[in-house]
Structure formats: structure tokens, C-alpha cells
């Protein structure tokens, strides 16, 4: 069994930063791919950013260049760092981990990118 918990969400001007954080209860971190979704108010959810065990990196093509994933195998977290935001990155943010044929989802945190 997986737990993640999300953390650092907030509201943040156009062009700013955030960075958000989800921890994970579990003794098999390290074997785990994470990633980041996100879902809009009437939108569907969409994939942000991956991370494999090996540190492999994938993103959408709407965030590359600005976000960055990275993983702390350590602290059991995986991070995701917003860059130049836009009111577009607006939504609520899913901690996701995939073990073999599972997956495990965070509750989320809200990000609103406005002024």
C-alpha cells in the first residue's frame, strides 16, 4: 500500500513560482514512477511531469521548460517546481505512483495562478 500526501499549493501572481510536494508512506519509494497531474475546473485530468526510478524526466509540452520534477528518495517526496507560471496552470495538482499494475493517488492540492 502507498499513501501520498500532497503539500504546497497556494495562490501565486502570473510569473511567479511555487513549489509543490508529495510524500509518500511507503518502504518501495525508490522502485516507484511518480507523477504530477493536474485538473482544471471542466477540464479533464492530464499528465504534467513523470519521473521514473531511474530519474528519467517526461513533461507535457504546455509546461516544459518551466516546470521541473525531481525526486528525493531519501525524504520518500517528489517535488515538482513551477516556474513563470501562468493563470492557466490553474488547477488542482495529484501526486500519482505507479507500482506494477497500480496506482496511487494523492488528494490533491490547489494551485491559482492569479493577480
Known amino acids: 500500500q502507498v499513501q501520498l500526501v500532497e503539500s504546497g499549493g497556494g495562490l501565486v501572481q502570473p510569473g511567479g513560482s511555487l513549489r509543490v510536494s508529495c510524500s509518500a508512506s511507503t518502504t518501495i519509494f525508490s522502485h516507484l514512477a511518480m507523477a504530477w497531474y493536474r485538473q482544471a475546473p471542466g477540464k479533464q485530468r492530464e499528465l504534467v511531469a513523470r519521473i521514473t526510478s531511474g530519474h528519467s524526466t517526461s513533461y507535457a509540452d504546455s509546461v516544459k521548460g518551466r516546470f521541473t520534477i525531481s525526486r528525493d528518495n531519501t525524504k520518500n517526496t517528489v517535488y515538482l517546481q513551477m516556474n513563470s507560471l501562468k493563470p492557466e496552470d490553474t488547477a488542482v495538482y495529484y501526486c500519482?505512483?505507479?507500482?506494477?499494475?497500480?496506482?496511487?493517488w494523492g488528494q490533491g492540492t490547489q494551485v491559482t495562478v492569479s493577480s
Open positions: 500519482n505512483a505507479e507500482w506494477l499494475v497500480r496506482e496511487y
